[in-house]
């Protein structure tokens, strides 16, 4: 029996199975490899935003004392009666919050307004860190 292995029909010949494990083993190392030298897919998303503009708000449109943030019905925002975006409502909110003592700042959201821009407006004013904060006005919607 030198060399060769009993088979179950009891035939002598020799082994002829290929042993596949480390063959798989190979196999999957290199489906690892494979996969974590492919590059991840990014997906670019265009968006175009808003260009900062840094140029300091004009001395004359910030009250020492207090300001006023009125929301026309006509959603528009307006500081101190003049009509302003929201880039320049947040530079006159940090400018404000620098002075001291800080000005008190009222905020005066008409009944009509949209409350989305009320609550953007909030939003830019809470960010901005503003802490004499009032809201005037109230008792126009008390039949609300």
């Not at 002598?12 to 590059?39: Q, R």
């Not at 307006?78 to 000005?103: A, F, H, K, S």
Request: hydrophobic residues 40%.
């Amino acid at each position: 029996m030198g060399g060769k292995v009993q088979t179950e029909g009891g035939e002598d010949e020799p082994m002829m199975d290929i042993n596949t494990t480390p063959l798989i083993d190979v196999m999957l190392v290199l489906l690892i490899m494979f996969i974590v030298t492919i590059p991840i897919q990014t997906h670019a998303v265009k968006i175009d935003l808003p260009v900062a503009d840094d140029t300091p708000p004009p001395e004359d449109m910030i009250d020492p004392v207090k300001n006023e943030v009125y929301i026309s019905p006509g959603n528009e925002v307006l500081w101190n009666g003049t009509p302003i975006t929201m880039t320049q409502l947040r530079q006159y909110l940090d400018q404000t919050v620098l002075m001291n003592p800080v000005p008190e700042l009222h905020m005066r959201p008409d009944a009509q307004a949209r409350y989305d821009l009320v609550d953007e407006v909030l939003a830019i004013t809470r960010r901005a860190e503003v802490t004499n904060l009032g809201f005037i006005g109230n008792e126009m919607y008390a039949n609300f």
